[in-house]
T-cell receptor, first 115, second 114 residues
Framework: AQSVSQHNHHVILSEAASLELGCNYS??????LFWYVQYPGQHLQLLLK??????LVKGIKGFEAEFIKSKFSFNLRKPSVQWSDTAEYFC?????????????FGQGTTLQVKP | DAGVIQSPRHEVTEMGQEVTLRCKPI?????LFWYRQTMMRGLELLIY????????DSGMPEDRFSAKMPNASFSTLKIQPSEPRDSAVYFC????????????FGEGSRLTVL
């Protein structure tokens, strides 16, 4: 069965610090990978996604993620965080088989950015 | 486009009562998903539909939970009878075949069962 593991449950950073959130998945086949963000009191929004091609993908608001197939990882990065990045971040995976778009989410990482 | 519309946004009810959550997906999106979010378990997929037909309901926790999609523009998630451990935020999401693969989420329904 597919599973997603996010190693950091709660991260606290100061503004301008660099961010890296870890994500590992477990699945034997080809997958699509996603990072979603949930700002306080809001719904989930897509930050970026990987389907194929260049393993380094860029998303909105200066975020990027790198897919390392050998490590089953899809870590999220941002060189310099802002107070407005305070939110919960979810890594998600879906199998390309059947193309259902069924997403399995990680537990989420709460990011708190101090001004 | 109005996006995914869920109602109610907040519901407080007493144990044993029936709860019905509603979702209107984006027009033309043929996949609809119900997720539950709790602090302990994170985001769990409960059930999803394709073209109004339930495809996978393995995430539905108990027989007290049921979901329907009578037409392409409406789905319900019902809990009867409700219990305090059902307290959570319930999200509806949708996508369309051949799209970017992105799921579009509603604002969620926050359920509190006393």
């Amino acid at each position: 069965a597919q599973s997603v593991s996010q190693h950091n449950h709660h991260v606290i950073l100061s503004e301008a610090a660099s961010l890296e959130l870890g994500c590992n998945y477990s699945y034997g086949g080809t997958v699509n990978l996603f990072w979603y963000v949930q700002y306080p009191g809001q719904h989930l929004q897509l930050l970026l996604k990987y389907f194929s091609g260049d393993p380094l993908v860029k998303g909105i608001k200066g975020f990027e993620a790198e897919f390392i197939k050998s490590k089953f990882s899809f870590n999220l990065r941002k060189p310099s965080v802002q107070w407005s990045d305070t939110a919960e971040y979810f890594c998600a995976v879906s199998s390309t088989r059947g193309n259902t778009g069924k997403l399995i989410f990680g537990q989420g990482t709460t990011l708190q950015v101090k001004p | 486009d109005a996006g995914v519309i869920q109602s109610p946004r907040h519901e407080v009810t007493e144990m044993g009562q029936e709860v019905t959550l509603r979702c209107k997906p984006i027009s033309g999106h043929d996949y609809l998903f119900w997720y539950r979010q709790t602090m302990m378990r994170g985001l769990e997929l409960l059930i999803y539909f394709n073209n109004n037909v339930p495809i996978d309901d393995s995430g539905m926790p108990e027989d007290r939970f049921s979901a329907k999609m009578p037409n392409a523009s409406f789905s319900t998630l019902k809990i009867q009878p409700s219990e305090p451990r059902d307290s959570a935020v319930y999200f509806c999401a949708c996508r369309r075949t051949g799209g970017t693969g992105e799921l579009f989420f509603g604002e969620g329904s926050r359920l509190t069962v006393l």
